[in-house]
């Protein structure tokens, strides 16, 4: 808070102390817009050059989801960066994995954040799941200015919902549009690869270490195709960012654990890149 939002005794305003919406992006909306991604308007001439996120995966399982991101940033031609984390959890059973422009998405996901905590304390319960994707398509909406003028955020929302005990995973487009997928999903310039593959591997009554296991391979074969999007960095040690919501809550996969997964994909493509014989594709079956 800048100090010329107290008063002359040093109180918090009264705005900060009034009962008022359990919406934290509502109140800034009120009180400081200039806060807000879509309340900072940018200079004029055309975009530069800025770090991209690529490819998100999420993979339903018998009891939560997984979700899955890549560590590469793009801009333009080059590497931008090679270790960003694009999967995060925003409480205690969902997640959220971004796409498009990395720092204004970064963003984004800490106000969403906030968000869903402010209004756990404001309610005194948990959001539901379909009232968080919603909140998060709300926030997208807003921000359809800076997204038209190329700073596009596309994220993938996924989390448990505590009422029907499975995972659920949400879309979205740039207008805000929210959209339910079913079984798996993927969002970035690696999507296309990505969801072919999750469409050969996936099947009803997987387990998380499953879920896990297609999540990387699902990546994998996204960086095959797509140069935007980062494979596993053997010489550097650098996996993917994965993490799982079930009944526990949300906790991201240690780097040790899928260090070990990515080993055994790496191990298994040796002589099939496209994992056509791990997944029984011309065999008699």
């Given at each position: 808070m800048s100090p010329d939002q107290r008063d002359p005794a040093g109180r918090l305003p009264r705005a900060f102390t009034s009962p008022g919406s359990s919406s934290f992006t509502d109140f800034l909306s009120a009180h400081a817009p200039t806060m807000l991604p879509a309340g900072r308007a940018l200079p004029p001439g055309t975009v530069p050059d800025i770090p991209h996120g690529t490819t998100i995966v999420a993979v339903e399982f018998d009891g939560g989801v997984v979700m899955g991101g890549d560590r590469r940033a793009t801009m333009g031609s080059m590497i931008a960066n090679r270790e960003i984390e694009k999967v995060f959890g925003t409480d205690e059973y969902s997640c959220v994995g971004i796409a498009g422009s990395a720092g204004l998405a970064i963003e984004?996901?800490?106000l969403f954040q906030v968000e869903l905590e402010h209004?756990?304390?404001?309610?005194?319960?948990?959001?539901?799941?379909?009232?968080?994707?919603?909140?998060?398509?709300?926030?997208?909406?807003?921000?359809?200015?800076?997204?038209?003028?190329?700073?596009?955020?596309?994220?993938?929302?996924?989390?448990?919902?505590?009422?029907?005990?499975?995972?659920?995973?949400?879309?979205?487009?740039?207008?805000?549009?929210?959209?339910?997928?079913?079984?798996?999903?993927?969002?970035?310039?690696?999507?296309?690869?990505?969801?072919?593959?999750?469409?050969?591997?996936?099947?009803?009554?997987l387990t998380s270490e499953q879920a896990v296991r297609f999540a990387v391979e699902a990546l994998y074969d996204a960086a095959d195709d797509d140069s935007a999007t980062g494979g596993?960095?053997?010489?550097?040690?650098?996996?993917?960012?994965?993490?799982?919501?079930?009944?526990?809550?949300?906790?991201?996969v240690d780097d040790d654990t899928l260090g070990a997964v990515v080993q055994q994909v790496v191990a298994g493509r040796r002589g099939d890149p496209g994992g056509a014989l791990q997944r029984g594709e011309g065999s008699d079956r």
């Open positions: 984004l996901v800490k209004y756990e304390k404001i309610e005194g319960t948990l959001l539901s799941l379909e009232g968080k994707a919603n909140r998060l398509a709300t926030m997208l909406r807003n921000n359809l200015g800076l997204a038209m003028q190329g700073l596009a955020v596309v994220p993938l929302f996924a989390g448990y919902d505590v009422d029907v005990r499975q995972g659920r995973i949400y879309s979205y487009d740039v207008t805000g549009g929210c959209y339910r997928e079913h079984h798996h999903h993927s969002v970035g310039s690696g999507s296309l690869f990505a969801r072919g593959a999750l469409k050969k591997m996936w099947r009803p009554g596993p960095d053997l010489n550097r040690q650098i996996w993917p960012v994965v993490g799982v919501v079930d009944v526990e809550g949300y906790r991201r």
